[in-house]
């Protein structure tokens, strides 16, 4: 009975940014070459509240190192130079939205104020 050998890890940088982070991790393959592992680990949650982590891997071999850095470049040139490198918050994501449902708008006395009449054949 053999055992799966297990996979060492020569080299490895972690990066934080937020609910994820992402891990490159230099590892070795069954001929001794190196290969790269990209991880993005993003911290999430169940229904009961408990945390868990989805998990996305790219495997990146030597073969590719050039043109996968070469477009990464590109792009990240792209959007530096179109959005600068000033970080844009979207605050209505990030803030709870309640809904409130009105069940009887009628009731509201500034109900029909949130409203404006338009007569359809004004607009042609």
């Known amino acids: 009975m053999t055992t799966k050998k297990e996979i060492e890890e020569i080299f490895s940088k972690s990066v934080r940014s937020g609910r994820r982070t992402y891990f490159f991790d230099v590892r070795s393959t069954r001929a001794n070459d190196y290969y790269l592992t990209i991880t993005e680990s993003k911290r999430d949650f169940n229904e009961d509240g408990s945390p868990f982590y989805k998990k996305h891997k790219i495997y990146l071999y030597k073969e590719d190192f050039a043109s996968f850095k070469n477009a990464l470049s590109q792009v990240s040139e792209f959007i530096i130079k179109e959005k600068g490198e000033e970080i844009i918050s979207n ?12 069940e009887n708008p009628k009731d509201s006395k500034d109900s029909e104020s949130n ?9 042609s």
């Open 115 to 123: 409203f404006t009449e338009v007569d359809l054949n004004d607009l």
């Open 91 to 102: 605050t209505k994501y990030k803030e709870k939205i309640k809904i409130v449902k009105d």
